[in-house]
């Protein structure tokens, strides 16, 4: 079974800060990885996804995140982040193959941007 | 604005209670899911639906019974709940069950269990 963690609970970042938030997950096959961002009394939304192909994945928002196979891992980035950025950021993964229905999410990480 | 629509946003009930959750989509989409997230907490998958047959359960209590009456429609039907079922109830929907199916999640029912 796959597992993901993101190891940062709360981050807080004053605007036009650079972001990045860990994620890294263990399963032994190939994975699909996507970014989730839940504002504020909001629903889930895509942030962006990553199949194959380049592991540079670019989402909205300016948001990217970088697949490093060797590391199981999967951070999620910005340049220079804003107030309405606050929000809470989950990693998920689904395995390909048998049972690839299953999408896996971690625990969430908090972000807190101060104007 | 989402695309999966739940409804009602907030509900309150005793444990005697009986009530639905209703999720609806119309997107085309041919697989549903039931999501169960505690406060600060990752969603928890219970239920997925795909054609509208039940395909997976995750070990979920029979006091929570879903039902799929169309490709647009899902249900959860609540019965004798326990105050540890108070949770915010995900609804989420996707092209298919395969893996590359990025899952459109709706705003979610807060379910409080009196």
């Known amino acids: 079974a796959q597992s993901v963690s993101q190891h940062n609970h709360h981050v807080i970042l004053s605007e036009a800060a650079s972001l990045e938030l860990g994620c890294n997950y263990s399963?032994?096959?190939?994975?699909?990885l996507f970014w989730y961002v839940q504002y504020p009394g909001q629903h889930l939304q895509l942030l962006l996804k990553y199949f194959s192909g380049d592991p540079l994945v670019k989402g909205i928002k300016g948001f990217e995140a970088e697949f490093i196979k060797s590391k199981f891992s999967f951070n999620l980035r910005k340049p220079s982040v804003q107030w309405s950025d606050t929000a809470e950021y989950f990693c998920?993964?689904?395995?390909?193959?048998?049972?690839?229905?299953?999408?896996?999410f971690g625990k969430g990480t908090k972000l807190s941007v101060i104007p | 604005d989402t695309e999966v629509t739940q409804t009602p946003k907030h509900l309150v009930m005793g444990m005697t209670n009986k009530k639905s959750l209703k999720c609806e989509q119309h997107m085309g989409h041919r697989a549903m899911y039931w999501y169960k997230q505690k406060a600060k907490k990752p969603p928890e998958l219970m239920f997925v639906?795909?054609?509208?047959?039940?395909?997976i359960n995750e070990s979920v209590p029979s006091r929570f019974s879903p039902e799929c009456p169309n490709s647009s429609l899902l249900n959860l039907h609540l019965h004798a709940l326990q105050p540890e079922d108070s949770a915010l109830y995900l609804c989420?929907?996707?092209?298919?069950?395969?893996?590359?199916?990025?899952?459109?999640f709706g705003d979610g029912t807060r379910l409080s269990i009196l």
């Open positions: 639906y795909s054609y509208e047959k039940l395909s």
């Open positions: 998920a993964v689904n395995a390909q193959g048998a049972g690839s229905y299953q999408l896996t």
């Open positions: 399963y032994g096959g190939t994975v699909n």
């Open positions: 989420a929907s996707s092209q298919d069950r395969g893996a590359y199916q990025p899952q459109h």
